[in-house]
């Protein structure tokens, strides 16, 4: 079973209509991966309004987590910023000045600033397995 971290920052609203909207895009975000997956678990762990999250975001800086997802939060595999996916390997190039941070790093650091003030922005898990173990269970 492999755990999946999302950063969602949904349109906002209600708490009840982010938790909503979450579960959606975690379902596509799982459906639109090269392989055939079955969601074992899917659940928000953190939800929080946006400008709550953007007084608190840090400036990127270099992380002892040498891995691709490693962000401040902790390892993201993607995040949705309210137009598009964005993953490790599909993200905007890092500035000139990128302070010896990632790419993934200011992904995260522009995706939360630029958030619309009215957003509601959820930590979601999934748990994955390839629908070939589930099929042989």
Not at 23 to 42: F, N, W
Not at 69 to 94: E, F, H, M
Not at 112 to 131: F, R
């Amino acid at each position: 079973m492999t755990r999946c971290t999302l950063l969602l920052i949904t349109s906002g609203q209600s708490g009840r209509k982010a938790l909503s909207e979450g579960m959606l895009l975690a379902e596509q975000y799982v459906d639109g991966l090269p392989m055939d997956l079955e969601i074992l678990e899917s659940t928000p762990f953190a939800l929080a309004p946006a400008v709550r999250i953007q007084e608190r975001v840090s400036f990127p800086v270099p992380l002892e987590d040498p891995s691709a997802a490693a962000t401040a939060v902790g390892p993201l595999q993607a995040i949705w910023n309210g137009n598009r996916w964005l993953t490790p390997g599909s993200c905007p190039p890092k500035p000139l000045r990128d302070n010896g941070a990632t790419e993934w790093q200011w992904a995260h650091y522009k995706a939360v600033l630029d958030a619309p003030a009215e957003s509601i922005m959820l930590l979601w898990d999934i748990y994955v397995v390839p629908m070939s173990e589930q099929l042989a269970a």
